[in-house]
Nanobody
Framework: QVQLVESGGGLVQAGGSLRLSCAAS????????MGWFRRAPGKEREFLVT????????YYADSVKGRFTASRSNAENTGYLQMDSLKPEDTAVYYC?????????????????????WGQGTRVTVSS
């Protein structure tokens, strides 16, 4: 079983940037797509982006397209989420997860049901 640990969250002003990391241990995640999700206060967990195992293809939710960028380093067994032009509505706990390999891209990989390993989350607060 893989363990995922997110880091890099914090408090930032609107318009600022943060870079989240998702460090994997226990086994390699180089064969698994990686997704990023968030849960804002009082809301359901929301899909943000998924990135293929090789890192060559990404699929973004409309809410973050053009502002967030997912990447990964399989050599480091780590995924990243660069978040720019942050808005107060981006305030949430952010999670990374790795997906089971089978399924249709990108439809299935935009669903949290596709993911079987999750980190504990890192909190991002964007002040206005």
């Amino acid at each position: 079983q893989v363990q995922l640990v997110e880091s890099g969250g914090g408090l930032v002003q609107a318009g600022g940037s943060l870079r989240l990391s998702c460090a994997a241990s226990g086994r390699t995640v180089s064969t698994r797509a990686m997704g990023w999700f968030r849960r804002a206060p009082g809301k359901e967990r929301e899909f943000l982006v998924t990135i293929t195992a090789t890192g060559g293809v990404t699929y973004y939710a409309d809410s973050v397209k053009g502002r967030f960028t997912a990447s990964r380093s399989n050599a480091e067994n780590t995924g990243y989420l660069q978040m720019d032009s942050l808005k107060p509505e981006d305030t949430a706990v952010y999670y990374c997860a790795t997906a089971r390999p089978e399924g249709y891209w990108p439809r299935d990989f935009a669903s949290e049901k596709k993911y079987d390993s999750w980190g504990q989350g890192t909190r991002v607060t964007v002040s206005s």
